[in-house]
């Protein structure tokens, strides 16, 4: 019997888990599986990711499947690839580096998206966020608050939920004054 293309979009914890439970099920003598995360590296733990801010943890702690980990489960992960357009009748993903992907089965768990108010000022012209102004949700947000924490003295968190408690928590280990 041959086997299925399976392609899931989305790289994150709930996609990952999802091929983790399929590959315990036998899914690797069913499928060919194909992955699209927008990040370029293997997945990890979001929750942890107040504990990178803050210093407990290294990024390195937080991963559940590194890179190798596809690899040894026969997994093509295209990573740093978000898939921009999933032909429904072609039975095709296509991705923003030009990749395509034909598949059987479809599995969507693309995540969500941090909500940025619609603040004046906050988009530059391109609709990416200007400098200084960060959303918190990956890894590289963590890398990109960081950096700018080193060299600041002030901040301010725009949520007071649990990310943005954690974040101005984050910010201050790093000596920032949070409003």
């Known amino acids: 019997m041959d086997k299925q293309r399976l392609v899931v979009v989305g790289n994150g914890m709930a996609g990952a888990r ?11 003598d069913l499928f060919d599986i194909v992955m699209f995360g927008d990040e370029p590296y293997g997945n990890y733990n979001r929750i942890l990711l107040s504990n990178v801010v803050n210093g407990s943890q290294d990024p390195s702690e937080i991963f559940l499947n590194s890179l190798p980990w596809y690899e040894e489960n026969q997994i093509r992960l295209h990573a740093g690839v978000r898939a921009t357009k999933i032909d429904r009748v072609g039975k095709r993903v296509l991705g923003d580096n030009g990749v395509v992907e034909p598949y059987d089965k479809l599995i969507l768990a693309t995540g969500s998206r941090p909500f940025i108010p619609p603040i004046k000022g906050v988009w530059d012209a391109d609709k990416k966020l200007r400098p200084g102004v960060f959303g918190f949700r990956t890894l590289d947000d963590c890398h990109a608050i960081m950096a700018a924490a080193a060299d600041a003295k002030h901040a301010a968190v725009i949520g007071g939920g649990l990310l943005g408690l954690e974040a101005a928590r984050g910010l201050l280990s790093h000596g920032c004054e949070c409003t």
């Open 18 to 28: 999802t091929v983790e439970e399929i590959l315990s099920r036998g899914g690797a």
